[in-house]
C-alpha cells in the first residue's frame, strides 16, 4: 500500500513537472531521466536509482532528476538521504512546490513534524490547491495531534477531490469527538 501511494505520488509530481523536463535537461540526460522515471513506475527501483545518477552527473544544475531521485530513497526509505536531495531541488528552484511537499514527506518519516509542517505551508503558499502538500499536511496535523487543523484540511483537500482512507477519517473524526470540550477559565 505504502509503495502504491509513493507511485501514485510519484506520477502526479512527474506529471505537473514533465514538461520542464525536455526544455531543461540535455538530451543524453534527459534519456537517463527518462528511463529512470519508467524504472520507478516499474518498480524497479535499483535501476531508477543507476539511471537518474547518471542524469544528475550530466545535468547538475536541474532540479527535476534531484527531486526524481529524492522520490527514489524516499521509496528505499532512505529518508536522509531524499531530504537531501529536495533540498537540492529547492536550492535549485525555491518556487517548485512539490519538492517542499517531498521533502516533508522525508521529514515527516523522521518524525521531524514541525519541519514538515514549514515544507507543507511554503508548498501551499507557492500553490494554494497544491492536493498533495493539504493531504499531507493533514496527516502531519493529525501526527501532532492538532485534530481541528487536521480536520479542516481533510475538508479542504476533500473539495478539491482528494479520497482519504476511510479508517483515517473514522480514527480523526473518532478523536475529535473523544476529546473534552476545555472549559474557558476567567482568570
Request: hydrophobic share 45%; proline share 5%.
Amino acid at each position: 500500500m505504502k509503495r502504491l501511494c509513493l507511485t501514485l505520488l510519484m506520477v502526479v509530481v512527474l506529471a505537473a513537472a514533465g514538461g520542464a523536463a525536455a526544455q531543461q535537461i540535455p538530451p543524453e540526460a534527459e534519456t537517463h531521466y527518462l528511463a529512470a522515471r519508467e524504472a520507478l513506475l516499474a518498480n524497479e527501483v535499483d535501476k531508477a536509482l543507476g539511471e537518474i545518477n547518471k542524469s544528475i552527473e550530466l545535468a547538475p544544475q536541474n532540479f527535476l532528476p534531484y527531486v526524481l531521485r529524492g522520490q527514489i530513497y524516499l521509496a528505499r526509505q532512505e529518508n536522509d538521504k531524499a531530504e537531501a536531495d529536495f533540498t537540492r531541488a529547492i536550492s535549485l528552484k525555491a518556487d517548485y512546490p512539490e519538492a517542499y511537499t517531498m521533502r516533508a514527506r522525508a521529514l515527516q518519516a523522521q518524525d521531524r513534524l514541525d519541519q514538515a509542517l514549514d515544507d507543507l505551508n511554503r508548498a501551499l503558499s507557492l500553490d494554494a490547491n497544491d492536493k498533495e502538500a493539504l493531504s499531507t499536511r493533514a496527516y502531519v496535523y493529525y501526527q501532532m495531534k492538532k485534530f481541528e487543523a487536521a480536520r479542516a484540511d481533510v475538508a479542504r483537500a476533500g473539495k478539491l477531490g482528494v479520497k482519504f482512507p476511510e479508517d483515517f477519517v473514522q480514527a480523526l473524526e473518532k478523536t475529535i469527538k473523544d476529546r473534552p470540550v476545555p472549559i474557558p477559565v476567567r482568570g
